[in-house]
C-alpha cells in the first residue's frame, strides 16, 4: 500500500488550494488520516484529523479555514482557503487503515510543498 499526496503549488495569501491523500489499493474504512505539515527548522504538526465515526478535529490555527473530507472511497482531501504566508509547509498524510484484504495499514505519504507568497 502507498499514500499519494497531491495538490501543492504556489498559491497567492487569500487563495485556495486542495490537497488529496490516495490510497494505492482498496480501503475498507479508515480508523484515522492525519494531514501534518512541516516549516523548514519547526517541528511536523497535526493540522487535521478524520476518523472512522466521520468526526473532525483542526488545529486551532486552520480553524475555519481548511476543511478535511473523505471520498468514502480511497481518498482524503484538505481544502484549504483563505491561506496566509504562515502555512506554506510541506504538507504530509498519515493514514491508519483498515483495507478491503483485512489487513491493517498505518503509514506516511511523500509529502506536497505549499507555498503562499505574493
Known amino acids: 500500500v502507498q499514500l499519494l499526496a497531491s495538490g501543492g503549488g504556489l498559491v497567492q495569501p487569500g487563495g485556495s488550494l486542495r490537497l488529496s491523500c490516495a490510497a494505492s489499493?482498496?480501503?475498507?474504512?479508515?480508523?484515522?488520516m492525519t494531514w501534518y505539515r512541516q516549516a523548514p527548522g519547526k517541528t511536523r504538526d497535526s493540522v487535521a484529523s478524520?476518523?472512522?465515526?466521520?468526526?473532525r478535529s483542526y488545529a486551532d490555527s486552520v480553524k475555519g479555514r481548511f476543511t478535511i473530507s473523505s471520498d468514502n472511497a480511497n481518498t482524503v482531501y484538505l481544502q484549504m482557503q483563505s491561506l496566509k504566508p504562515e502555512d506554506t509547509a510541506v504538507y504530509y498524510c498519515?493514514?491508519?487503515?483498515?483495507?478491503?484484504?483485512?489487513?491493517?495499514?498505518?503509514?506516511w505519504g511523500q509529502g506536497t510543498q505549499v507555498t503562499v507568497s505574493s
Open positions: 498519515h493514514a491508519d487503515l483498515l483495507m478491503t484484504s483485512g489487513s491493517r495499514y498505518v503509514g
Open positions: 489499493s482498496s480501503i475498507r474504512s479508515i480508523n484515522v
Open positions: 478524520i476518523f472512522s465515526d466521520g468526526s
